[in-house]
């Protein structure tokens, strides 16, 4: 669908959603860390939807926008991680694996959010308005879905290693836990060798195809 587009045309489409997918993200953990009684990162002032206090220059810029470039199709990023401090927790463990959900939750929700844009784009069809709709409706959708099926695999330091961890035996969890030091050459390692992209193919086209019809494409 982003095909037709010129080069500067999909950097356009692509900005916004791509910026707002990863920060919403990390305000999310934050959020959910305050209702639990962490205010790490409320003090820290990154409980904003200000990307400049969220922007981390390799994850949120310098990779989206090479993957962008390189057409790749497969488009994801991070921000600088809002600060978590367990020790504010009632339940540490239990508390920081539903802070890690947060994530990938409220991607799935803005994945929401715009495909419902895109399908006032649908509904709409006048061209100068709804291409422009359901082109950034379309990009939403995908960001946000790599987003959280991303995040939701088990691979520290990922959301899903989070989850898993609360989940599991306190000792097993402390050695898991300790994999994180080789979690992103991991992920790079998977990401390379394409594995990453075979393990999240098919979750990512079933999720596209529902949101895609809830966006009337």
Do not use: C
Not at 71 to 98: C, E, L, Q, S, Y
């Amino acid at each position: 669908m982003m095909d037709d587009l010129t080069l500067v045309q999909r950097i356009v489409v692509w900005i916004l959603p791509v910026v707002f997918a990863i920060t919403v993200h990390e305000v999310a953990h934050g959020w959910v860390a305050k209702l639990y009684g962490d205010k790490t990162a409320f003090l820290m002032g990154r409980l904003t939807l200000n990307p400049l206090k969220h922007v981390d220059l390799i994850g949120t810029l310098l990779l989206p926008g090479i993957l962008l470039l390189t057409g790749t199709g497969f488009i994801f990023g991070w921000a600088k991680p809002v600060p978590v401090d367990a020790r504010n927790f009632k339940n540490p463990r239990r508390d920081m694996a539903i802070v890690a959900l947060a994530g990938p939750v409220s991607n799935l929700i803005m994945a929401l959010l715009w495909a419902l844009l895109a399908r006032v784009g649908v509904t709409l069809n006048i061209d100068a308005i709804s291409h422009p709709l359901i082109y950034s409706g379309v990009a939403g959708i995908s960001i946000n879905l790599v987003l959280a099926l991303l995040n939701l695999l088990p691979l520290p330091p990922l959301d899903g290693s989070r989850i898993l961890s609360g989940m599991l035996p306190e000792q097993i969890a402390e050695y898991y836990n300790k994999l994180e030091r080789f979690g992103f050459l991991i992920i790079l390692l998977l990401l390379s060798s394409n594995i990453l992209s075979v393990i999240l193919a098919t979750p990512m086209f079933e999720m596209q195809k529902l949101f895609f019809t809830i966006a009337g494409l």
